[in-house]
């Protein structure tokens, strides 16, 4: 496959305000200069059935040719260990750990030690070319393995042990499975005498998960990296017997043990941080990169309790990947220092090298406590990571499953040739298990205006970012002001953030949700504020921002319909301790949020809407003025040509649905795409599709909350793609209109 041309990049931060500062990082392979302009984006959709792609250029200080270069990304987490005088000291030696490989037949992969790749030098507990255990000794000239000869299995906890007498030159490595199966081998030994005097100091630091490779641009590059779990990691300054190593492996150094206990690494300690602590008099701590999977079940889980806080002995294994990636790394481009008057909105800013562009999205908040609308749109940054890089190429199930073939588009086809950017949640690391965490300090080849989602439908096949846009565009049009915020500006700043605005919209699919925002915009309502929900499946999963690292969240697939499981056991996020997976499966269904919660999704065409009795209620009659008693509603659109599909949610008391809400309108005649979602079927069941199941339907759902405020949910991802029909003359965009004008209305809502 023939390597594109490209050029990309990506902002930090994603969110600015006026007076503030905005960092751009750009990589371009093929070309050698590039013009940086920023403009304010309007509407992404190339469609020509629509409005077309609108942008405008804003003058800044950035505007101008910049010299291209091609910035590497180098994923992969490990752990980098402090340096201390007790590591410079140390000849003889013991290492152990407790591990869980789950690629033992991939090559080389270090354990942990202190290994110089380039340099041929030093020492380390690595799995060897067989798949075993065994200890790898340089001197900067000669290389010498010691392997026990038995592969570790896969996905089963091992004890494994190197040891090196700097005055003997004697190695032993040991290694024993931790499963009993009475018919496999599980243990293994081998010692003989070295010739090669490893290199106790080089130009590597001690590291568990990685060796160390060289220095690019004043950053480590790692090497040999492990995939799987390591439980209790020991380094003891002496040669170990067997009987020793296991106490010194089980238990705290005892008195007696200290001088040789140079560390003791607990990774059951800071679980929701990236700090290592090692619990021996040295206090030889260290630091993670990449951010590898905490708080994960160690080799003594007992299956007692799910949590780590409950039993945090039980979880003290740390899962690491060779494809874990939190920051790309890259050095600046060009910053954007934002004027105290800068208009809130969607920018970007667009690279262009002859007939390669790309774009860099960000967003301009107001100043914090100074808005400069009455209106704020909620950008659903947190469902952009949770998509970023997002790959049919990576799930080949993905064809059957929309019913059609499938177009690679070239931001798909990039991101494909650059796995080192980071996939997204909904794809699994190389080892097969569930990427967990995602961040925005990389390129998001499908966070951009222009994009094509091969999970959009007929017309206008677009998701995510590039959907939202048909939101913006017609806010623009109709000359709403606006602010916009961020997902990850309403985390750190609660109810506070939305306290100003007298309404609030969503995108079209606010699918991931902080414990934070989902408390804020509770509140917010409560408080008398009026949420427009303008999209579908929205608040369905639970989220964390990771605070010590910015622009970076955690979700874990337990529970709900989903693309992988989380493993037994580590169903609780590492960040802040909450259970993960769904808010249905905590008590808080969007339902209880905003009326309605997702039941199917479906990947041919849309459909429309029919009102209800309850539309006639003279609490509703504003959103229904020039709307007639029998008018399909939505019948066309941009996306689908209907404005109920992709995915919807429905009303259900049981899940929350206040008792008052009114279900004005609901969608039909479905196709047979649309499928019920795993967790509205209590068993298998015959009418798992649309038109046959009652349940396959969107509703569309007004309440009003205490303090005059409400609710309106539109419950459809399609809504806003039917916005610009005709001339932004239609029934979608009346009646949004009508709503968006009674929320900014200060008279209160009453039941």
């Known amino acids: 496959m023939t390597r594109a041309r490209y050029i990309t990049g990506y902002s930090d931060p994603m969110s600015v305000a006026p007076g503030g500062s905005i960092h751009f990082y750009v990589s371009a392979e093929g070309v050698t200069q590039y013009r940086a302009d920023i403009v304010r984006l309007i509407h992404g959709d190339l469609n020509p059935a629509g409005p077309g792609f609108k942008e405008k250029v804003v003058q800044t200080s950035v505007s101008n040719n910049y010299p291209a270069r091609r910035q590497n990304t180098y994923p992969g987490s490990c752990i980098v260990i402090h340096e201390k005088a007790a590591l410079a000291a140390l000849s003889s030696f013991t290492l152990q750990a407790f591990i869980w490989p789950t690629t033992p037949q991939k090559g080389r992969q270090v354990i942990l030690g202190r290994w110089a790749a380039k340099q041929r030098s030093g020492f380390a507990l690595i799995i060897d070319e067989t798949g075993a255990a065994a200890l790898l000794l340089g001197d900067g000239r000669r290389v010498e393995t010691i392997s026990s000869g038995l592969a570790l299995r896969e996905r089963e906890w091992a004890f494994v042990a190197a040891t090196y007498n700097t005055d003997s030159g004697n190695a032993q490595v040991f290694q024993e ?53 390591i439980d209790r990691p020991r380094l003891a300054g002496d040669v170990l017997d067997s009987s020793t190593q296991i106490s010194f492996q089980k238990h705290r150094p005892q008195p007696e043990q200290e001088n040789i206990a ?104 107001p100043k914090p406590g100074r808005p400069t609308a009455r209106l704020a749109y909620l950008a659903e940054t947190a469902t952009y990571m949770a998509y970023a890089n997002f790959n049919v190429l990576h799930a080949p199930e993905t064809e059957p499953w929309v019913s059609r073939l499938l177009i690679v588009y070239p931001d798909n086809l990039l991101a494909y040739q650059h796995d ?123 989220i964390a921002y990771n605070q010590e690292c ?70 509703v009659a504003f959103a229904f003025e020039g709307i007639g008693a029998d008018e399909r509603i939505g019948e066309f659109g941009l996306i689908g040509g209907g404005a109920a599909g992709l995915e919807f949610d429905r009303a259900e008391p049981h899940y929350g649905t206040p008792p008052h809400a009114l279900v004005v309108a609901r969608s ?22 649309a038109p046959e199941n009652p349940l396959i339907h969107a509703d569309m759902v007004f309440y009003e909350t205490p303090k005059g405020g409400a609710v309106f949910s539109f419950s459809s991802q399609c809504w806003c793609g039917s916005l610009s029909h005709n001339g932004y003359n239609n029934n979608v965009s009346r009646m949004t209109s009508n709503v968006l004008t009674r929320f900014l209305d200060p008279a209160a809502f009453d039941v």
Request: hydrophobic content about 35%; aromatic content about 12%.
């Open 177 to 229: 499975t931790l499963e009993d199966h009475v018919v496999l081998k599980g243990r293994a030994t081998a010692e003989r005498l070295t010739r090669v005097k490893p290199r106790m100091v080089n130009r590597a630091p001690f590291t568990i998960s990685a060796g160390f490779s060289h220095t690019d641009d004043q950053r480590s590059v790692f090497c040999y990296h492990y995939n799987g779990k």
């Open 262 to 365: 140079l560390a003791w690494w607990d990774f059951s300690e800071n679980m929701a941080t990236t700090t290592i602590t090692d619990r021996s008099i040295n206090q030889i701590n260290g630091e993670t990169v990449h951010l590898p999977t905490r708080a994960m079940t160690g080799h003594n889980w007992t299956g007692h309790t799910l949590r780590a806080e409950d039993a945090p002995e039980e979880y003290g294994a740390i899962h690491f990947h060779d494809d874990d990636l939190y920051d790309s790394g890259w050095n600046i481009s060009f910053t954007l220092d934002l004027p105290d008057r800068f208009r809130s909105g969607v920018y970007a800013a667009r690279l262009k090298a002859g007939e390669i562009e790309d774009y860099i999205p960000f967003f301009v908040r």
């Open 420 to 542: 080192e950017w980071g996939k997204s949640l909904y794809e699994s690391h190389s080892d097969g298990s569930g990427i967990s965490v995602s961040s925005r300090l990389r390129p998001i080849t499908n966070m951009r205006p222009k994009n094509n989602s091969p999970f959009g439908l007929h017309g206008s096949s677009l998701r995510e970012f590039c959907a939202d846009t048909h939101l913006i565009d017609w806010l623009d049009y109709k000359g709403y002001a606006c602010d916009v915020i961020t997902d990850e500006d309403l985390d750190n700043e609660g109810v506070e953030l939305l306290r100003p605005y007298a309404a609030v919209m969503t995108g079209t699919h606010p699918e991931y949700t902080s414990t934070h925002m989902w408390d804020a915009l509770k509140a917010y309502t409560d408080q008398g504020g009026r949420l427009m929900y303008m999209g579908g499946n929205g608040f369905y999963w639970r």
């Open 550 to 619: 910015p622009g970076a969240i955690e979700m874990r697939r337990a529970g709900g319909s989903r693309t992988w499981i989380t493993e037994p056991g580590e169903g609780f996020q590492s960040i802040d301790g909450e259970p993960a997976g769904v808010w249905r499966d905590v008590g808080r269904a969007p339902q209880r949020l905003v009326g309605t919660g997702i039941v199917t999704m479906g990947f041919d065409i849309a459909s429309y809407f029919k009102r209800l009795d309850e539309s006639h209620d003279r609490r």
């Open 668 to 689: 039909e005649n479905h196709t047979e795409s649309y499928l019920l979602l795993l967790e509205e079927m209590g068993a298998m069941i015959p009418n798992i599709h």
